[in-house]
């Protein structure tokens, strides 16, 4: 067997066992040792505890992938720990963007991962709501304590630190527009996200609009990342800050020939980046090791040793990381706990109040953002057919649930999108299954808004036919190709409850073929299908989703609509990449 060969099947072997680690510490503890063994875990000792003589003949490889920010010291405090005298073990830290993380392990495609610190907790709420909405089961992780946080503060450049002298900066002055602030993407930014959960909760009840418009504010300039945003201080306006967390500003400031910075803290507090230790785990192998799965395997049984290595070395990992708060310090961390003192220039030294961040809440902004921001063309199509009649479990339509969804979502968009509405059923326009019913063109007309509301309103009136999918689709791609513009995301949003029943169109096969002929990577245009109720066909949906690089979703219960179409929505920006 080639050497090659010979790591590929380790780590099958491995991760074959490495995620049933919690499970066999769980059995052994409820089996007789509840005591001895919580506190050997607690501190690291399992290994010691279970075999005191164990000798390291062959490491333990472990796999962490960890958000950027932190992954350097991360790495650090890995490498002195698998170099220590109790430690067996090879960790590998791989560096990776905590929102790409989350969408690899919602697809299903992260196998090879033993645990996952990404720069929030929200990641792990984002994580399962795009593996539902992806009808893919939800990686079972379990989430620890954070082994480091960073408040969110607002940096502006030292040489124009005199623009703010005397001044109280707040997020309720950010809210109201008394200052102007440069946000980085909050789809990849969970400092900016953040600072969007702080700014929501100080709204004024009486202004409901008012967290919407400052995100329309702050849409005018995103930068991807937070040096970006750095970069754009210099050229902005006198009083713009960009929001950044604290460790951010300290590591700018130690880049050689950098513009320094100072962090601002707000004065009606913040919240704070939080790192929590995630363990991926494996719901199917967690079972085959309860008790009484395996009553012939025993202490002998080399699987269940591997399993309790690899839960000493993991668990001993995770508190070498927790105990690292001077080494983090010295990267322009705070402890798990939020406490701990920096010395870094441009932030003050003494640990600052910060409250607890809402993964819910940030989940729901971050809805409402990607609906509101995305700079983006959509042909949206509605089925008409005569089932949207039927009822739903609250009593109303199909149609009507329908409708309140795509008004709610309509308001929430901003004058940046252009957007048209098809409306499709067999026979719709003589022996053709479509319509179009508005135009596509930009929301800042108040006079194509005004046609839209009008379009929705008239959708109950409009019922009849069949459901025409599979010509509609190819038209619908077709037509957006026809315009296309590449300043702007193009895509294809279609909404329906059903399966194709056109016996005179092309079918599903054709679709396909003519779909992947349509196919230029300079010119994608994804598309998005929402499955309406229990009755959609999500199996040609898919299908049709994956030939142009869209995605399906599936709202089984009508009422969940708006969820999944603002799910739906706020990731139209990454297609066809996630």
Known sequence: ?????????????????????AATVAVVALVGGVGAVGTAWATGGLGEWMDPTAECVEPIELTVLTDRAIAA??????????????????????????????????????????????????????????????????????????????????????????????????????????????????????????????????????????????MIRLNAEVPANADAAFAALSVSDPGTVAIASEQQVALHNRKTGADPLLALYPSDGSLALSYPFLRLLDESELAKNLPGADEQAGDADP????????????????????????RFAGDG???????????????????????????SAQVAILRTWGVVSV???????????????????????????????????????SGQVDLGVWGFSTLRAGAQDWESLAPIDQL???????????????????????TGLYDTTLAAVQSVLESYDPAKVNSVLLLTDGRNEDENGISG??????????????????VTLVGIGPDTDLESMRRI??????????????????????????????????
């Not at 001993?316 to 105990?323: N, P, S, V």
């Not at 808004?449 to 009849?464: D, F, K, Y």
Request: aromatic share 4%; charged share 25%.
């Open 73 to 214: 010291t991360v790495q650090a405090v890995a490498a002195e720990y698998d170099a220590s005298e109790t430690a067996c073990s090879h960790t590998e830290v791989v560096a990776q963007e905590s929102a790409d993380t989350a969408a690899v392990l919602a697809s299903g495609n992260a196998t090879d991962v033993d645990a996952w610190i990404p720069d929030s907790p929200v990641w792990l709420v984002r994580m399962a709501s795009m593996a539902r909405s992806l009808g893919r089961p939800v990686p079972d992780i379990a989430l620890e304590r954070s082994i480091a946080t960073s408040p969110i503060v607002f940096a502006v450049p030292v040489s124009r630190a005199e623009e703010f002298a005397g001044r109280d900066l707040s997020w309720k002055g950010l809210l109201t527009d008394e200052f102007a602030a440069i946000l980085p993407d909050p789809e990849a930014s969970s400092a900016s996200l953040n600072a969007l959960q702080s700014l929501e909760s100080r709204v004024d009840i009486a202004q409901p609009r008012q967290f919407q418009n400052a």
């Open 444 to 466: 800042s007309s108040d006079a194509h808004r005004q046609l839209l509301n009008e379009v929705i309103a008239s959708l109950p009136t409009r019922l009849g036919g069949a």
């Open 509 to 526: 096969e054709q679709l396909l073929a003519e779909l992947a002929a349509l196919q230029d990577p300079e010119r994608p245009v994804p």
């Open 545 to 578: 989703a994956e030939a142009t690089g869209g995605a399906a979703y599936s709202a089984a219960r009508p009422e969940d609509l708006t969820v999944v179409l603002n799910d739906a929505l706020s990731q139209r920006a990454c297609r066809p990449n996630c």
């Open 375 to 413: 700079r983006s063309r959509i042909l949206t199509v509605i089925d008409l057919s005569g089932s949207m009649e039927e009822p739903t479990v609250s009593g109303q339509r199909r149609i009507d649930v329908l409708q309140q969804a795509a008004a709610a979502t309509l308001s929430q968009f």
């Open 333 to 359: 961390f705070r402890d798990g706990l939020g406490g701990g003192e920096l010395e870094q220039d441009g932030v003050v030294e003494d640990p600052v109040e910060v409250s607890s961040a809402a993964a």
């Open 1 to 21: 067997m080639s050497r090659r060969s010979e790591r590929e099947e380790s780590r099958k072997r491995r991760r074959r066992t490495s995620r049933i680690v």
């Open 303 to 326: 699987e269940s040793a591997e399993l309790a290595r690899r839960a000493r070395e993991l668990g001993a990992l995770k508190i070498a990381l927790w105990e690292a708060t001077a």
